[in-house]
């Protein structure tokens, strides 16, 4: 520890050598030696009473400003102690973070190496083997057009994540339409199209309820895209209307009294469920008319509640079914927890 | 609880496989689980039922009880039923907003005024179908439980799976209903059965395979390759044969699994053609006969028989178009193209 005049009440009165004890200059000749013993209530200082604290004293006064002088620097001390420690526990930490760092960096460094070897020794085989029949020191033609196909192969397969992608077939073409909502991607359906003499469907993977005789007769002949994109619209908005229904029994089945009933095209969902008011829970029954088929958000939501629920439950009401009408069906139950949980946080 | 319904119930208890028993009865929910516990299943059958029949009377069971209980039955056993599809039409495109319960009412409310006895029940499934069970009775006899229609509907489509009645008169009825209820204008048979519902569904809604060609990327069917033989001394002298005989039946019949269908038959109304020296036959009467292909797994079969070397490759579009087509039942006359089917209008 180092030496030094922490606290001088006055010029008589210092500390010097902590650690041991300290030592009243003035006084030293004085006879009168007084041991203390702090003790207060609570205590807020204790000195042992092995090394007792050797106090020449000839005022009192002296002694009150010299102890309190002498707790202000102990409690430096142990400020500074403490600050010590955590330091040096830090540095400790560094040090053995970068020791570990260190050691992974020369295992990589190794691995590295191991594997540079690998190669080397690799493409020494292969131009022996090839120097035995030729040695080409480009690629071949062959080579060249393999791998060009392959990559042209492989952005092919990357366009089904487009949504609608194609292949000639011997007859007409193919179409695949992938569906997605909200960057799930769900089922594909497929479409094989004759084209001579004139486009017509020739086999289909979509479903039944999708009216695809309809989108025909209106466009396939006159505008293939058209057709393609109004098809894949239906099948995506049915595909979301789906996932929606199936996440919300999935989730939230707790809340849900009954059955959630629902059609095949789920162009119609009808179901009950519990909202909490007042510590009471009370029914909400709604009905989900999605009019637009190349929508997967409901344009009349219908939600009617018992006669004797409260009247401030017709605002939430409101406020759910302008939800439903904006927001993905599971979405906006998460939303009603979310907010229940809050509410029932607050006090 | 009377004592027919009393019986119904014991029989149809009866028909479930004993290690089935207590499933069903979980499924049906009518008696509680405390009442299940006491119920020894180990015991033969005839004693389970008598339990059963017991607890039923306990808890007063009535007749549309009894009537789910027998839907949950065969929508288990689906496959002990034979199922035909129909087929329904209309008029009109639009796309309607099919709501159960105005169905219900409908279908209830069009039977009940042809006919006052009968028991009409319904149950839906997670696949969105909706089950219909009927029994039938007349102006003066109370429904008979023994002689149900089943009906499989999923909404929004044209196709309907009728498992009917052994009483053949009602059927006109039962298709009325639907049309009726459904907000159609026709209903056909389409000539198409089979004991697998879900094949028949398959095969009408297009879920069967049917070998896309696209570049996306699906994973691949495991296949039985038959292993490549070691020996360096056999040589394959129709390797090229076998691979075209593999690519035109994966053409034909995709890479999965095919939809299952026991029969296929073809009633044949065509000419005896011969060389009219010989002097065969030699009538202007159409030959008439009738094929008929049964196996456990038709279209499984039809698919080995080629690879199979039992029969040329591609095999007749005859027998390779019944999904397409969504039939197994045909009549070829003499000018082709013709197959009408029978029309039952309400």
């Given at each position: 520890?180092?030496?030094?005049?922490?606290?001088?009440p006055?010029?008589?009165?210092?500390?010097?050598?902590?650690?041991?004890?300290?030592v009243l200059?003035p006084?030293?000749?004085?006879?009168?030696?007084?041991?203390?013993?702090?003790?207060?209530?609570?205590?807020?200082?204790?000195?042992?009473?092995r090394?007792p604290?050797?106090?020449?004293?000839?005022?009192f006064?002296?002694?009150?400003?010299?102890?309190?002088?002498?707790?202000?620097h102990l409690?430096?001390?142990?400020?500074?102690?403490?600050e010590a420690?955590t330091?040096?526990?830090e540095?400790?930490?560094?040090?053995?973070?970068?020791?570990?760092?260190?050691?992974?960096?020369?295992?990589?460094?190794?691995q590295?190496?191991?594997?540079q070897?690998?190669?080397d020794?690799?493409?020494k085989?292969?131009?022996?083997?090839e120097?035995?029949a030729s040695a080409?020191?480009?690629?071949?033609?062959?080579?060249v057009?393999?791998?060009?196909?392959?990559?042209?192969?492989?952005m092919l397969?990357v366009?089904?994540?487009?949504g609608i992608?194609?292949k000639?077939t011997?007859l007409?073409?193919c179409?695949?339409?992938?569906?997605?909502?909200?960057?799930?991607?769900?089922?594909?359906?497929?479409?094989d199209?004759?084209?001579?003499?004139?486009?017509?469907i020739?086999?289909?993977?979509?479903?039944?309820?999708?009216?695809l005789?309809q989108?025909?007769?209106?466009?396939l002949?006159?505008?293939?895209?058209r057709?393609?994109?109004v098809?894949?619209?239906?099948?995506?908005a049915?595909a979301g209307?789906?996932?929606?229904?199936?996440?919300?029994q999935?989730h939230?089945s707790?809340?849900?009294?009954?059955?959630?009933?629902?059609?095949s095209?789920c162009?119609?969902?009808?179901?009950?469920?519990?909202v909490?008011?007042?510590?009471?829970?009370?029914?909400?029954?709604?009905?989900?008319?999605y009019?637009?088929l190349?929508?997967?958000l409901?344009?009349?939501?219908?939600?009617?509640?018992?006669?004797?629920?409260?009247?401030?439950?017709?605002?939430?009401?409101?406020?759910?079914?302008?939800l439903?009408?904006?927001?993905?069906l599971?979405k906006?139950?998460?939303?009603?927890?979310?907010a229940?949980?809050?509410?029932?946080?607050?006090? | 609880?009377?004592e027919?319904?009393?019986e119904y119930?014991r029989?149809?208890?009866l028909?479930?496989?004993r290690?089935e028993?207590?499933t069903v009865?979980?499924t049906?929910?009518f008696?509680?689980?405390?009442?299940?516990q006491?119920v020894?299943?180990h015991?033969?059958?005839e004693?389970?039922?008598?339990?059963?029949?017991?607890?039923?009377?306990?808890?007063?069971?009535?007749i549309?009880?009894?009537?789910?209980?027998?839907?949950?039955?065969?929508h288990?056993?689906s496959d002990?039923?034979?199922?035909?599809?129909?087929?329904?039409?209309k008029?009109?495109?639009?796309?309607?907003?099919?709501?159960l319960?105005?169905?219900?009412?409908?279908?209830?409310?069009?039977?009940?005024?042809a006919?006052k006895?009968v028991?009409?029940?319904?149950?839906?499934?997670?696949?969105?179908?909706?089950?219909?069970?009927?029994?039938?009775?007349?102006?003066?006899?109370?429904p008979?439980?023994?002689?149900?229609?089943?009906?499989?509907y999923?909404?929004?489509?044209?196709?309907?799976?009728?498992?009917?009645?052994?009483?053949k008169?009602?059927?006109?009825?039962?298709c009325?209903?639907?049309v009726?209820a459904?907000n159609?204008?026709?209903?056909?048979?389409?000539?198409?059965?089979?004991?697998?519902?879900?094949?028949?569904?398959?095969?009408?809604?297009?879920?069967?395979?049917?070998?896309?060609q696209?570049?996306?990327?699906r994973?691949l069917q495991?296949?039985?390759?038959?292993?490549?033989?070691?020996?360096?001394r056999?040589?394959?002298e129709?390797r090229?044969?076998?691979?075209?005989?593999?690519?035109?039946?994966?053409?034909?019949?995709?890479?999965?699994?095919?939809?299952?269908?026991?029969?296929?038959?073809?009633?044949l109304?065509?000419?005896?053609?011969?060389?009219?020296?010989m002097?065969?036959?030699d009538k202007k009467?159409p030959?008439r006969?009738?094929?008929?292909?049964?196996?456990?797994?038709l279209l499984?079969s039809?698919?080995?028989?080629?690879?199979?070397?039992?029969?040329?490759?591609?095999?007749?579009?005859?027998?390779?178009c019944?999904?397409?087509?969504?039939?197994?039942y045909?009549?070829?006359?003499?000018?082709?193209?013709i197959?009408p089917?029978?029309?039952v209008?309400?």
């Amino acid at each position: 520890m180092e030496e030094g005049k922490a606290y001088s009440p006055c010029g008589e009165l210092s500390v010097w050598g902590a650690g041991c004890l300290p030592v009243l200059r003035p006084f030293e000749k004085l006879s009168q030696v007084v041991s203390l013993r702090i003790c207060a209530e609570p205590p807020l200082f204790w000195v042992p009473q092995r090394r007792p604290l050797i106090i020449t004293a000839w005022v009192f006064e002296r002694v009150v400003l010299f102890l309190a002088g002498v707790f202000a620097h102990l409690e430096m001390l142990e400020a500074r102690a403490c600050e010590a420690a955590t330091k040096k526990e830090e540095t400790e930490r560094q040090e053995e973070k970068l020791a570990r760092l260190k050691a992974r960096v020369e295992e990589l460094r190794l691995q590295r190496d191991e594997l540079q070897a690998k190669v080397d020794l690799q493409q020494k085989r292969q131009l022996g083997k090839e120097g035995v029949a030729s040695a080409p020191a480009q690629p071949s033609a062959q080579a060249v057009l393999e791998w060009k196909i392959r990559s042209v192969e492989a952005m092919l397969q990357v366009f089904y994540l487009t949504g609608i992608s194609g292949k000639l077939t011997k007859l007409g073409v193919c179409f695949c339409i992938s569906t997605a909502y909200e960057g799930t991607y769900l089922d594909s359906y497929y479409l094989d199209l004759l084209t001579k003499p004139e486009v017509q469907i020739h086999r289909h993977s979509v479903p039944v309820f999708i009216p695809l005789g309809q989108i025909a007769k209106k466009y396939l002949q006159t505008d293939i895209r058209r057709f393609l994109s109004v098809l894949s619209d239906h099948l995506n908005a049915y595909a979301g209307r789906r996932y929606q229904a199936d996440q919300l029994q999935e989730h939230f089945s707790d809340q849900i009294e009954g059955t959630l009933q629902r059609n095949s095209l789920c162009n119609l969902l009808v179901f009950n469920y519990n909202v909490l008011s007042k510590r009471k829970t009370f029914l909400f029954n709604v009905r989900l008319l999605y009019g637009d088929l190349c929508c997967s958000l409901p344009t009349e939501v219908v939600i009617s509640c018992t006669p004797d629920a409260p009247a401030s439950l017709a605002e939430t009401a409101a406020a759910h079914s302008d939800l439903f009408r904006r927001v993905a069906l599971h979405k906006a139950f998460r939303s009603f927890s979310s907010a229940e949980e809050n509410m029932d946080g607050a006090p | 609880m009377d004592e027919i319904l009393a019986e119904y119930i014991r029989r149809t208890v009866l028909k479930i496989p004993r290690d089935e028993i207590k499933t069903v009865l979980q499924t049906w929910g009518f008696l509680s689980e405390a009442q299940l516990q006491t119920v020894n299943f180990h015991q033969i059958k005839e004693n389970i039922s008598q339990d059963v029949v017991r607890l039923c009377e306990e808890n007063s069971a009535d007749i549309k009880q009894a009537a789910v209980l027998d839907i949950i039955y065969n929508h288990i056993y689906s496959d002990k039923r034979v199922w035909s599809v129909y087929q329904m039409s209309k008029t009109g495109e639009e796309t309607e907003f099919f709501d159960l319960t105005d169905f219900k009412k409908k279908f209830k409310r069009r039977l009940r005024s042809a006919l006052k006895n009968v028991t009409i029940n319904f149950r839906e499934y997670e696949d969105n179908s909706i089950w219909i069970r009927i029994a039938w009775g007349t102006p003066y006899k109370k429904p008979n439980q023994y002689k149900s229609s089943y009906v499989v509907y999923h909404s929004q489509t044209p196709y309907v799976f009728i498992s009917a009645s052994v009483l053949k008169s009602t059927l006109p009825l039962l298709c009325q209903a639907l049309v009726v209820a459904s907000n159609y204008r026709d209903i056909r048979e389409m000539e198409l059965r089979s004991h697998s519902l879900n094949s028949l569904k398959d095969i009408v809604f297009k879920r069967y395979s049917q070998n896309f060609q696209t570049y996306y990327p699906r994973p691949l069917q495991e296949r039985n390759v038959a292993p490549e033989s070691a020996d360096l001394r056999i040589v394959q002298e129709n390797r090229h044969e076998k691979e075209r005989i593999e690519r035109v039946n994966r053409k034909v019949f995709g890479d999965g699994p095919q939809p299952k269908l026991e029969f296929a038959q073809y009633k044949l109304e065509t000419m005896f053609k011969s060389d009219p020296k010989m002097g065969v036959l030699d009538k202007k009467e159409p030959f008439r006969c009738l094929v008929k292909f049964s196996s456990p797994h038709l279209l499984e079969s039809l698919k080995s028989l080629a690879p199979a070397g039992m029969a040329d490759a591609p095999l007749s579009p005859l027998l390779t178009c019944i999904p397409q087509k969504a039939r197994n039942y045909f009549k070829i006359r003499e000018k082709k193209g013709i197959f009408p089917g029978s029309f039952v209008s309400p």
